[in-house]
């Protein structure tokens, strides 16, 4: 199906573990983007990423790591989970106007 | 970075009631977009609207770009218009979203 989907829609994890969250796009967008959502502070830029091999830290980069080795894949990373990550991420993609939203995943880190 | 100011921050409604929605930037922006998040948290594109205006059904959308603000209508509200609504926009491809308006509309 074409679109943007986030994998899995919902994970809770330990503090400490690591733990993965996917992004597919099937638009060969050149733009993807990591939100995360907290209550209070809405969407707040992660990590985002121009092309392949190209990403750049956003406003709350600490404690996540981002690759992009293929166009139709963002990955983030928590390397050692923390309670303050629990929190909803959202993926979006963009070509060169609007950007689209995955369905988002929740992360309750105990 | 670009800053995004959205009023109000609370609505509440009765069925049938119009609103109206504004979004502040304080820089140009070429990449502004609505979008309504749904009870379930789903972000939906409402307007991607940089310049001008759009309507799409009961809900219509106009952007000042010389004067970076945007408004958001909504005529004859439903229940099921019900959630937030975020406006989001930069000076380059990266959105910076607003905090949001939350709005209820009551049957």
């Known amino acids: 199906d074409a679109g943007i989907t986030q994998s899995p829609r919902y994970k809770i994890t330990e503090t400490g573990r690591q733990v993965t969250l996917m992004c597919h796009q099937t638009?060969?967008?050149?733009?993807m983007f990591w939100y995360r959502q907290d209550l209070g502070h809405g969407l707040r830029l992660i990590y985002y990423?121009?092309?392949?091999?190209?990403?750049d830290k956003g406003e709350v980069p600490d404690g996540y790591v981002v690759s992009r080795s293929k166009t139709e894949n963002f990955p983030l990373t928590l390397e050692s989970a923390t309670r303050s990550q629990t929190s909803v991420y959202f993926c979006?993609?963009?070509?060169?106007?609007?950007?689209?939203f995955g369905q988002g995943t929740r992360l309750t880190v105990v | 970075g670009i800053q995004v100011e959205q009023s109000p921050p609370d609505l509440i409604l009765q069925e049938g009631a119009n609103s109206t929605l504004r979004c502040n930037f304080s820089?140009?922006?070429?990449?502004l977009q609505w979008f309504h998040q749904n009870p379930w948290g789903q972000l939906i594109n409402l307007f991607y609207?940089?310049?001008g205006t759009k309507q799409n059904g009961r809900l219509s959308a106009t952007t000042v770009a010389t004067e970076r603000y945007s408004l958001l209508y909504i005529s004859s509200s439903q229940t099921t218009d019900s959630g937030v609504y975020f406006c989001?926009?930069?000076?380059?491809?990266?959105?910076?979203f607003g905090r949001g308006t939350s709005l209820i509309v009551h049957p």
């Open positions: 638009w060969s967008h050149s733009y």
């Open positions: 609207i940089p310049s």
């Open positions: 990423s121009a092309a392949a091999d190209i990403t």
């Open positions: 989001a926009g930069g000076g380059s491809y990266i959105p910076t």
């Open positions: 979006a993609s963009t070509g060169d106007t609007e950007a689209f």
């Open positions: 820089d140009s922006v070429n990449n």
